[in-house]
């Protein structure tokens, strides 16, 4: 009997440090990632905001549109099971896009301003706000959420989507061979 007091007293002890860690930490996770690309913010733009084509983002498994209507649109992003939606929160064409998005284990927004740089590249800057819904999650997510990892995965994929060939750099000129 001793045993299991000790076992209950200890998976208390944990939960309650997480929670204390949880408060602890910051509620929102903000992340900006800046990028250039040889392709024009037209170009840039229209494939970042088209969830249509959306196959060349290798970190999602699905997407579903469930509504649209002009500069407005809402879907979900189905990846590793878990699903999450998103809403147009603003167009500005070839200058900035919003959304809003939500899961049960989070809310928030991405951003990302376009503009134009030498020789018809882009400079792509997005930015990602997350708020978790609880300390709990909070932990969870500092450990296991990799924003960078996300964002970068998506500036690749971007990347090969508009030039295959294409290497990251500041002046839009140099290509793989």
């Known amino acids: 009997m001793k045993v299991v007091i000790y076992i209950l007293l200890a998976i ?3 939960f309650m440090v997480l929670l204390i860690i949880g ?3 910051p509620k929102t996770r903000i ?14 733009y229209s494939v970042v905001v088209n ?3 959306w196959k ?6 699905d997407l579903i549109i469930l509504e649209t209507d002009d500069n407005f649109e809402m879907w979900e992003e189905i990846s590793g099971g ?7 929160k603003e167009r500005k064409p070839y200058s900035f896009y919003s959304f809003e998005m939500e899961s049960k284990l ?22 990602e706000f997350i708020e978790y819904k609880n300390p709990l999650i909070r932990v969870l997510a500092f ?11 998506y500036k690749n994929d971007l990347r090969k989507k508009l030039s295959p060939n294409q290497v990251d750099n500041k002046d839009c000129i140099t290509f793989k061979k």
């Open 143 to 153: 450990i296991f959420m990799n924003l960078d990892k996300y964002m970068e995965t």
């Open 12 to 14: 208390i002890l944990v």
């Open 31 to 44: 992340l900006t990632k800046e990028t250039i690309f040889c392709a024009s913010v037209e170009e840039v």
């Open 56 to 61: 060349w983002r290798t970190s999602i498994d």
């Open 82 to 88: 878990i699903t999450i939606r998103f809403k147009t």
């Open 106 to 127: 989070f809310t928030g927004y991405w951003q990302a301003e376009f503009e134009t740089v030498k020789n018809a590249g882009t400079r792509f800057i997005a930015t």
């Open 23 to 25: 408060l602890c930490l």
């Open 51 to 53: 969830n249509h084509d």
